[in-house]
């Protein structure tokens, strides 16, 4: 890569009591609120939500850059993410974050390269690398015909 920095930006606006609006040029907004754990409304997007998608889909297009340089063909990726809160020092923060991609193949001999991929996804991913909270990934591998 050419550039060794990058800008990356996006606004929110309030709508009204508890929430807003995430938006990003020539993107559809996103509504948010503060999650119903914390007096705010179901059916919206949370920004604790949005962290943990923010971290997942990193990890995913990360695995799609690896397993492209690794000419690693897969069927299937989903991934499920789960983060942990609790008061620490006064504050909520994440504890702990687990992320379970699901990576389906043709070949149960790709399953050491699928692993190798996720793992490299996970140290190489940007988001991921700049969360402090604990990070643990549940690979699974599924084999089809």
Known sequence: MKNTKFIFQASVKWTENKKGNV??????????????????????????????SSINSCIM??????????????????????GEVCLDKGSFVFSLITVRPIVTV?????????????????????????VKSEIKIEPKVNIVK
């Open 61 to 82: 297009t990360t695995f799609f850059y690896f397993a492209d340089k690794f000419s690693l063909e897969f069927v299937s990726y989903h991934s499920e993410i789960e």
């Open 106 to 130: 043709k070949n149960i001999y790709k399953k050491e390269k699928v692993l190798k991929t996720i793992e490299k996804s996970h140290k190489y991913c940007l988001v991921s690398a700049s």
């Open 23 to 52: 938006s990003s040029l020539n993107k559809p907004d996103i509504e948010i609120s503060t999650p119903p754990q914390f007096e705010g409304y179901e059916g919206y997007w949370s920004p604790e939500e949005l962290f943990l």
